[in-house]
């Protein structure tokens, strides 16, 4: 009886340690994604170390944390994304390849779309801050579904995170920023270059 209470014990301290080391990874996460448009400012490292409660002699290995997860996704899945696939009673990790890079090099868009997606570029950047659309939210149907009908025309202008929310690619906000400009600008544009794609603006509905 001794044995299988201490055991028990065990098992319920490791789940608890288990959860602690997860909330303290979403925090870092958290943290990190403050970063986003403030990429000029400095981060307080040492003030995020002390108030996860981490000794600053370990600070070191939770810095190569982090530098690793940055190479591994900066490299080794730069064109994937890693999504989990159940089969049975087993759990995958399976790599898919990012929209981004299934870009055609030549794209044709309605100038309806073209408008849209200068007010998703918009709302993303400056009401949103850098947060993703929740596809789930039923507060604007209207704007979500058009977003859906263009994702799904032009999948490769937006990118996903897995938990029901769509994010602009790196394509995708490169072409709503020169859509904005032009706009600001008042210049009627029917072509815009993007690296090494080219988008043509075209006189119809869809």
């Not at 704007?143 to 394509?171: E, T």
């Amino acid at each position: 009886m001794t044995l299988t209470t201490d055991s028990a014990l065990s098992s319920s301290e490791e789940r608890i340690q288990f959860r602690k080391v997860c909330q303290i990874i979403d925090q870092i996460i958290n943290v990190l994604n403050e970063f986003q448009g403030k990429y000029h400012k400095k981060f307080n490292f040492s003030k995020l170390i002390h108030l996860l409660n981490i000794p600053e002699s370990e600070s070191y290995e939770l810095l190569n944390l982090i530098f690793q997860f940055q190479d591994l996704f900066e490299n080794v899945f730069k064109e994937y994304q890693i999504r989990s696939k159940r089969e049975g009673n087993t759990t995958y990790l399976i790599a898919k390849r990012k929209d981004e890079y299934l870009t055609p090099t030549h794209v044709q868009l309605s100038n309806r779309h073209t408008e849209f997606f200068n007010d998703v570029i918009y709302t993303f950047k400056s009401i949103n801050r850098g947060k993703g659309f929740d596809i789930t939210n039923t507060n604007d149907v209207e704007f979500l579904n058009n977003l859906k009908q263009m994702r799904s025309k032009h999948p490769y202008l937006f990118q996903s995170n897995g938990n029901g929310l769509i994010y602009p690619s790196k394509i995708g906000l490169d072409l709503g920023n020169l859509i904005i400009s032009y706009n600001k600008s008042n210049q009627k544009v029917d072509t815009f270059k993007v690296q090494n794609y080219i988008f043509e603006v075209m006189n119809e509905s869809e």
